[in-house]
Nanobody, 116 residues
Framework: VQLQASGGGLVQPGGSLNLSCSAS????????MGWHRQAPGKQRELVAS????????TYLDSVTGRFTISRDNSKNMVYLQMTSLKPEDTAVYYC??????????WGQGTLVTVSS
């Protein structure tokens, strides 16, 4: 599975940013896609994920109500709408895809910087 993320950049606190990720390769019908992030000196953490069947979503507590994950199964795309961004959201964001019964496949990461 190959993943290509885009949409990172510099944004002021309180601003918004949208991330996109396209997946290709051996993608099972049953999978989850989503986003992790890793800030300098910190461990990678799951930000949000969404399942291919039913669109069940999971969010990190600190982004609930500010971030929205969505996907387009016909295009093998996953999106992350980020609003009310805070400096602590600054990190490299990695999209992932997990086929049923497999480990995560990772994209290359896109940097999100929230700063005035």
């Amino acid at each position: 599975v190959q993943l290509q993320a885009s949409g990172g950049g510099l944004v002021q606190p309180g601003g918004s940013l949208n991330l996109s990720c396209s997946a290709s390769g051996n993608i099972f019908r049953i999978n989850s896609m989503g986003w992790h992030r890793q800030a300098p000196g910190k461990q990678r953490e799951l930000v949000a994920s969404i399942t291919s069947l039913g669109g069940r979503t999971t969010y990190l507590d600190s982004v609930t109500g500010r971030f929205t994950i969505s996907r387009d199964n016909s295009k093998n795309m996953v999106y992350l709408q980020m609003t009310s961004l805070k400096p602590e959201d600054t990190a490299v964001y990695y999209c992932h895809l997990r086929n049923l019964g497999s480990d995560n496949s990772w994209g290359q990461g896109t940097l999100v910087t929230v700063s005035s």
